[in-house]
């Protein structure tokens, strides 16, 4: 099975999302900035990343672990990837998960700042107290995507 975690850029909640997903960061404590900094395509994006899938592992069930960054899409990029998948005969193979419900003002206010207009070192503090917010819903988030993945395994819908 194939899990696509997306939000707007694919720099913050889909890559801290799909890390809890595949066990990179301790899901019972708040990460620190720096451990945060450590995982793949975090705060590291650019504009040419926006709309490529980006592989982040592989979980203990044997499922391949994606982000990817959206823009301003919204629920609509969960259509079109089930969508193609649906196309390709492998509805069933994939699982999109929209990160954005779970994204705080503060981390949009710091990933913008650090991301589109450059300025890390005003951004990336903002960003942490957001990220730290929304942690135990992103956790949430990756739990039950995980057993979404137990759950198609095995043919239970």
């Known amino acids: 099975m194939k899990i696509i975690y997306h939000c707007f850029g694919g ?19 708040s990460p620190s900035m720096e451990e945060l900094l450590a995982l ?22 044997g499922n391949e672990v994606y982000i990817l960054g ?28 929209d990160c954005m419900s779970r994204v705080n003002l503060n ?3 710091g990933g913008f700042t650090s991301r589109r207009m450059g300025m890390v070192k005003l951004g990336r503090p903002v960003l942490g107290w957001g990220t730290r917010a929304t942690f135990k819903a992103l956790v949430n988030l990756a739990e039950i995507t995980r057993l979404k993945t137990m759950h198609k395994g095995r043919g239970i819908k």
């Open 11 to 29: 720099a913050h909640s889909s890559v801290l999302a799909a890390a809890l997903h595949l066990g990179l960061i301790d899901k019972k404590k």
């Open 107 to 109: 981390m949009k206010l």
């Open 70 to 97: 959206k823009k301003n899409m919204g629920k609509r990029y969960s259509n079109i990837l089930l969508g193609i998948a649906e196309i390709l005969g492998a509805k069933n193979e994939l699982i999109a998960v």
């Open 40 to 61: 793949p395509y975090f705060d590291k994006t650019c504009d040419e990343d926006f709309g490529s899938i980006r592989f982040m592992g592989i979980d203990e069930s």
